[in-house]
């Protein structure tokens, strides 16, 4: 499966974004698909996940309330709505799907996108 984010940009804080993962060479839905992103000099952290049928989710504690992650797998399209931004929330977003279906602490990873600059000023 081969992985494209998009939806990335520059906001202000507060302000809103919509970010977007489309999957092309094998259906989303044999896969539990996952956001994470990068801040400059930070390692890559968890964001969100979504089980295959979309029935369950998991949020970082940083994120949760103001960001909701959700699929189309009709689509092969992963979301991640993010609302109330911060500017510690600028970061390279990943998409990735793991291979177990279900969120998993012993999740490992089929394939990952490009990423997605998101940049919140304040």
């Known amino acids: 499966v081969q992985l494209q984010a998009s939806g990335g940009g520059l906001v202000q804080a507060g302000g809103s974004l919509g970010l977007s993962c489309v999957a092309s060479?094998?259906?989303?839905?044999?896969?539990?698909m996952y956001w994470f992103r990068q801040a400059p000099g930070k390692e890559r952290e968890f964001v969100a996940a979504v089980s295959w049928s979309g029935t369950s989710t998991s949020y970082a504690d940083s994120v949760k309330g103001r960001f909701s992650i959700s699929r189309d797998n009709a689509k092969n399209t992963l979301y991640l709505q993010m609302n109330s931004l911060r500017p510690e929330d600028t970061a390279v977003y990943y998409c990735a799907a793991g291979k177990h279906p279900y969120i998993v602490a012993s999740q490992s990873f089929e394939a990952w996108g490009q990423g997605t600059q998101v940049t919140v000023s304040s």
């Open positions: 060479g094998h259906t989303l839905s044999s896969y539990a």
